[in-house]
């Protein structure tokens, strides 16, 4: 790795580092203030839809992202500006439509995306989608203001730019608990609380904006004028890769709305599904840019060499650090659920109820780690494979398949009552996206076997199966830890619960992960002491 690119990795990594620190401690102030009640379980479907827009294109990686960095880095700056300008006039136009939209239809929209919501948590959550609709075209200008820099080199403020809006959620947040957080039982706090949070998210949103424009200036790639040219070859290439890359991605945001459908009718379980998978995305994030993204380029280098043996050995290597990483962190969430919600948002507002069901979505989202991560991995193994339609075509019958086992999950709801005979209730929801990922995987490793004859995929199945005999036997000597140790009950107690056990646990499955031979057990242990080295 060249000098340059290792500053721009250090830049990369220690900017989204900063942004994670950043929205952890944005969930510890939501939790502390609000809790599961009726200002955040309303703020989680307000917000659905213009988080689907800041996520979608205000995202890095996300398809405004991507576009603008592939035909930008091989433009020169006046084209650049140009382009810029055609690309910021035509998308802010179709997102002010959008966003006025989102303003006049927020009570209909709110009543199809929670239909089982109560008179107050709709209420709240009409008024901060109407807040927060003009999302949608910050959105769109932070997609195409990160992608312009990057392509430019610059680095630093699409990698702290969440941070900026973490920071500024919080200080509202801190202000309103320090007035507001002695009269939470007060007729109107849900209603104040719930405007603070939208009033926050949409400020950050602003100013992750207008942080870009100074650098956008100095790199003379932001003359913000009014310029309407479909024709250009720049604009129209651009627009070329927006379009089918926003729908592909969109894809996977119908899932969030199925969830919180289903979700609507059970008191507090968007609030509970947003902490539980706050606390199961950190790690996947780290791992995953640890574990995936390194093997990103190499896949695509064996795939145009059509060298199918080292390409089979590094397919199946990611798929092995996934399965280890994930079953053995897994085992950890599954068995020490409770002490870890208590520890990190036991405060303020977030009381034993709030604690009982964050963990037992917590479990729900352990078992499907092993299978999140591989999917995201075989998926990326099809791209590189020049196979984008298998993945599409999965996700479409996923999404069918979503629908139907929250149905039945949660007992099968309809106007005549439930149809079921059982009711998981909110980790039900969590449990079918589970299956539906596991599933996923399977279909993609046979479609795999299809494609690459040599996929010894028998092989691989049994060492997956060792990986899971050792994450039990880890995970039973965690439990047995947390549970019969007696641990101080505040909160040094629980940290040393939480540590002891999970450090415990992940020892004992690399010692078994190594004697039952998988090698790829080693090759993470070694990964991740060279991350703790570095650190």
Excluded at 208 to 220: C, E, Y
Excluded at 515 to 522: A, L, N, P, T
Aim: hydrophobic residues 55%; contains cysteine; positive net charge.
């Amino acid at each position: 790795m060249t000098k340059s690119l290792k500053k721009i990795a250090l830049t990369v990594t220690l900017g989204t580092g900063l942004s994670k620190v950043g929205g952890l401690a944005r969930q510890l102030f939501i939790a502390g203030a609000f809790g599961v009640g009726a200002a955040y379980d309303a703020y989680n479907y307000a917000y659905v839809l213009p988080g689907f827009f800041l996520i979608l294109l205000g995202g890095i990686n996300g398809p405004f992202h991507n576009a603008i960095v592939t035909v930008l880095s091989r433009k020169g700056e006046e084209e650049s500006s140009y382009i810029l300008s055609a690309i910021y006039s035509l998308v802010s136009a179709s997102l002010i439509i959008i966003t006025l939209f989102l303003v006049f239809a927020a009570d209909p929209l709110i009543k199809i995306i929670g239909p089982g919501l109560n008179d107050e948590v709709h209420r709240i959550a009409v008024v901060q989608l109407q807040i927060m609709a003009p999302i949608a075209i910050f959105a769109g200008l932070i997609g195409i203001g990160f992608g312009s820099l990057n392509a430019r080199d610059s680095f630093l403020i699409p990698a702290i730019s969440p941070l900026i809006s973490s920071i500024v959620l919080m200080t509202l947040i801190g202000i309103f608990w320090i007035h507001e957080g002695s009269i939470l039982e007060s007729k109107d706090f849900a209603l104040k609380g719930g405007l603070i949070l939208a009033i926050g998210t949409i400020l950050g949103a602003l100013l992750q904006w207008l942080v870009q424009i100074p650098a956008l200036l100095n790199k003379r790639i932001g003359k913000f004028k009014l310029t309407w040219d479909w024709k250009h070859p720049g604009v129209k290439e651009v627009l070329k890769i927006i379009g089918p890359a926003t729908l592909s991605s969109g894809m996977l945001q119908i899932n969030v709305f199925t969830d919180l459908f289903f979700a609507s009718g059970i008191l507090g379980a968007a609030s509970g599904l947003s902490y539980a998978n706050f606390l199961i995305q950190a790690p996947l994030g780290l791992l995953s840019n640890a574990v995936i993204i390194p093997l990103l380029p190499t896949f695509a280098k064996l795939a145009s060499s059509k060298d199918q043996t080292l390409l089979i050995r590094r397919i199946r290597q990611g798929i092995m650090l996934s399965l280890a990483s994930m079953i053995s962190l897994g085992a950890v969430f599954i068995t020490l659920g409770s002490p870890i919600v208590a520890l990190f948002y036991a405060r303020g507002a977030f009381e034993s109820n709030a604690i009982n069901l964050v963990s037992g979505l917590l479990v729900a989202y352990g078992l499907g780690m092993p299978a999140y991560l591989c999917r995201d991995l075989l998926v990326r193994v099809f791209y590189a494979l020049g196979d984008g339609r298998t993945p599409f075509n999965l996700s479409v019958i996923g999404i069918g398949l979503n629908i139907i086992f929250d149905w039945i999950l949660v007992g099968g709801p309809t106007p005549w009552g439930p149809q079921m005979p059982f009711n998981f209730g909110a980790p039900g929801i969590v449990l079918a996206t589970v299956a539906i990922n596991f599933l996923t995987c399977g279909a993609l490793l046979l479609s795999l076997k299809s494609r690459i004859k040599q996929v010894p995929l028998i092989e691989w199945i049994l060492d997956g199966g060792k990986l899971l005999i050792a994450g039990s036997i880890s995970g039973l000597v965690a439990w047995t830890m947390s549970t019969f140790i007696e641990w101080p009950e505040d909160f040094l107690g629980l940290l040393s619960q939480v540590s002891f056990s999970a450090t415990t646990s992940l020892l004992i499955f690399g010692l078994i992960g190594s004697s039952i031979g998988v090698k790829e057990v080693q090759d993470l242990q070694t990964l991740l002491k060279k991350k703790i080295i570095r650190l």
